[in-house]
């Protein structure tokens, strides 16, 4: 059974730092595209970063994306955090092994982890 579990949420204050975590379970995600999406009230669901076997990149320059096959994890680095950046964030995981621009080109989703940045 595919499971995906995100970690690492919280309040934080602007400028600061959070590195998130996504744990995978019942599949090598080495082998799947690796996505990261947040949402925060009254927006779509965007796409913030993804990781493949070929690309590696995220819209912010500020957010760094990277894999820990050892550990079946995929991890998100976000720095000089603003209060725009409040949403819950979601790791997603698809078949297809190439990262995809919607988040109908994703197979599996976690829950979800609440960042809030706020003074």
């Known amino acids: 059974q595919v499971q995906l579990v995100e970690a690492g949420g919280g309040l934080v204050q602007p400028g600061g730092s959070l590195r998130l975590s996504c744990v995978a379970s019942?599949?090598?995600?080495?082998?799947?595209?690796i996505g990261w999406f947040r949402q925060a009230p009254g927006k779509e669901r965007e796409g913030v970063s993804c990781i493949s076997s070929s690309v590696n990149y995220s819209v912010k320059g500020r957010f760094t994306i990277s894999r820990d096959n050892a550990k079946n994890t995929v991890s998100l680095q976000m720095d000089s955090l603003q209060p725009e950046d409040t949403a819950v964030y979601y790791c997603a995981a698809r078949e297809t092994p190439f990262c995809g621009r919607w988040t109908t080109d994703y197979d599996y989703w976690g829950q979800g982890t609440q960042v809030t940045v706020s003074s």
């Open positions: 019942g599949f090598t995600l080495e082998y799947y595209a």
